[in-house]
């Protein structure tokens, strides 16, 4: 009888642990592939920077992912591959380039590039799999992303893309 009530009490409390540690974890669709991930803890963390991070930029008549039509009408099919292409373009492009004299906002912005790490680490597995689709089109609408970026100094571009996350993960949000 104590045995029994033992593992029933450590089956409980690891379901509680488990639970705990994916509160907050949100599964999003991307076509085929399907991601978790705290959509809450990277808005947040953003969130606590945006205001910072938009205020170093001094290009306010150009954008990164605004450009007309960038991310809207994506084909369902291509989802998958276009948000591997823009985690990845986040993980490998801006993340590193992000760097202030602010050691908080630093932390915040190593937060949520783990984040993005991680879901771009999920989305490869798709990728692999042969369940991405990388059409014309999202290549087409990436091509022109990385034109904007390039067309700017590394770090100007990094910060802008920064600023412009709130625009990624609307999209998230709204296409998943």
Request: aromatic share 8%; hydrophobic share 40%.
């Amino acid at each position: 009888m104590k045995g029994s009530c033992l593992f029933l009490c450590l089956l409980s409390m690891t379901w509680c642990l488990i639970l705990m540690t994916t509160a907050g974890n949100k599964i999003f669709h991307f076509g085929p592939c399907r991601v978790s991930m705290s959509m809450a803890e990277i808005r947040s963390g953003f969130n606590a920077i945006k205001a910072n991070i938009q205020a170093r930029d001094p290009i306010r008549n150009l954008s990164i992912l605004s450009y007309p039509h960038s991310l809207h009408k994506v084909k369902s099919s291509e989802r998958c591959c276009i948000t591997h292409q823009l985690f990845t373009f986040y993980v490998d492009k801006v993340f590193k380039h992000c760097r202030t004299e602010d050691s908080y906002i630093n932390r915040k912005i190593s937060s949520i590039a783990n984040s993005f790490l991680s879901v771009r680490r999920n989305l490869e597995l798709c990728h692999e799999q042969n369940k991405c689709v990388c059409g014309q089109e999202s290549l087409g609408k990436l091509k022109q992303i990385l034109v904007n970026y390039e067309g700017l100094n590394v770090t100007s571009a990094a910060m802008k893309s920064l600023g412009e996350l709130d625009i990624l993960l609307d999209w998230v949000e709204k296409e998943s």
